[in-house]
């Protein structure tokens, strides 16, 4: 393989890896087959910025999207994820890749670990937090429920553990839900902000050095072009010229 071949082989190559790497993502042309999304199909593609890998739209679709994806409203994160880019004129399809942080598998620590940070910030304001500690609290939380989602497979206890968690607590089902939603809606978004943050930041050092890459292949695939175009030339006009000599 030639050097010229070998640059034109690696620029078409990294143009596929990025193809494969956005299929799965809502895209312009694809948005009508996602559901809820394709209902608004023709709106989203009016607006470019959804489409936009540009630093401005782009970062500010990693923090929205990360914290969004920390928030416990499992279930909707994609519908969300596309108001919250029109209104702030981000980028569509990081804001729902953000949305895989959380999964079946990771969703339950996740949130867990984002109860316990509320939690916290609500015992650091002042606000009382049943048991010794927090942690102590959040343990209970996180064993009891544990207990209740095993009753969906298992044996039915999850009323048996619910009650049990409002006994040893001293609260109703009800405060425990409220408490357990607010703290991990705060603890989630601060958990999500820094996720963004440190996203943010490997995405920029990616993109410059990919940015830089790409523009290097891209100045040598043209080069390779015009060589071509120019071999081709005299080609042409060495053709033109041999009947004449002859």
């Not at 640059?7 to 948005?31: D, S």
Request: charged letters at 20%; aromatic letters at 14%.
């Amino acid at each position: 393989m030639t050097a010229d071949e070998k640059h034109r082989h690696e620029y078409f190559k990294r143009i596929r890896r990025a193809k494969r790497w956005l299929r799965p993502l809502p895209r312009r042309a694809t948005i009508h087959r996602y559901p809820v999304l394709g209902w608004f199909a023709g709106a989203a593609r009016k607006r470019s910025y959804l489409w936009s890998f540009r630093r401005e739209d782009v970062v500010p679709a990693i923090y929205i999207g990360c914290i969004l994806s920390m928030l416990p409203i499992y279930g909707i994160q994609v519908p969300t994820a596309f108001l919250l880019a029109i209104v702030f004129r981000s980028n569509l399809m990081v804001m729902v890749a953000t949305q895989f942080v959380t999964n079946p598998i990771t969703a339950g620590p996740l949130y867990l670990a984002g109860c316990y940070v509320g939690l916290l910030v609500f015992s650091m304001f002042g606000f009382e937090i049943p048991g010794d500690s927090v942690y102590d609290f959040a343990v209970l939380i996180a064993h009891n429920l544990k207990d209740a989602f095993l009753s969906i497979v298992g044996p039915s206890t999850m009323n048996n553990s619910m009650e049990t968690l409002a006994d040893e607590t001293g609260m109703t089902l009800p405060e425990i839900v409220g408490l357990g939603f607010k703290a991990t809606f705060v603890g989630g978004a601060i958990i999500g902000y820094f996720i963004g943050f440190f996203l943010s930041l490997a995405y920029q050092f990616t993109a410059r050095r990919a940015s830089a890459k790409m523009f290097d292949l891209r100045t040598q695939y043209h080069k390779v072009r015009l060589r071509e175009a120019e071999a081709l030339k005299n080609a042409k006009n060495l053709k033109n010229i041999q009947p004449k000599n002859s």
